[in-house]
């Protein structure tokens, strides 16, 4: 079984930043993927940004150039770093993982809310 816990939500201001924080109970680097997804109220949940166990990463086009996604392994922590951010970055965001197993794990999530 393993373990995610988001951290990092918050209020901030259209133009505003924010970095999100997903700590892992196991060793990241043994997952197929760590990758952070996003639902806005009566929408679906869609992919943010992946982080992938060889190192490759991946953005939604609506994200790409104002979101980053990084990894810190000794910590076991996957960060999503927001820049720019738009009332449409609105969510709640979510970690996930996916392990050779072929176990899929999610976080319980944070609100994130961007408005003046």
């Known amino acids: 079984q393993v373990q995610l816990v988001e951290s990092g939500g918050g209020l901030v201001q259209p133009g505003g930043s924010l970095r999100l924080s997903c700590a892992a109970s196991a060793n990241i680097l043994s997952f197929n993927y760590m990758a952070w997804y996003r639902q806005a109220p009566g929408a679906q949940r869609n992919l943010v940004a992946i982080f992938t166990v060889t190192g490759i990463t991946n953005y939604a086009p609506s994200v790409q150039g104002r979101f980053t996604i990084s990894r810190d392994s000794a910590k076991n922590t996957v960060y999503l770093q927001m820049n720019n951010l738009k009332p449409e970055d609105t969510a709640v965001y979510y970690c996930?993982?996916?392990?050779?197993?072929?176990?899929?794990?999610w976080g319980q999530g944070t609100q994130v809310t961007v408005s003046s």
């Open positions: 996930s993982t996916n392990t050779p197993e072929g176990a899929y794990y």
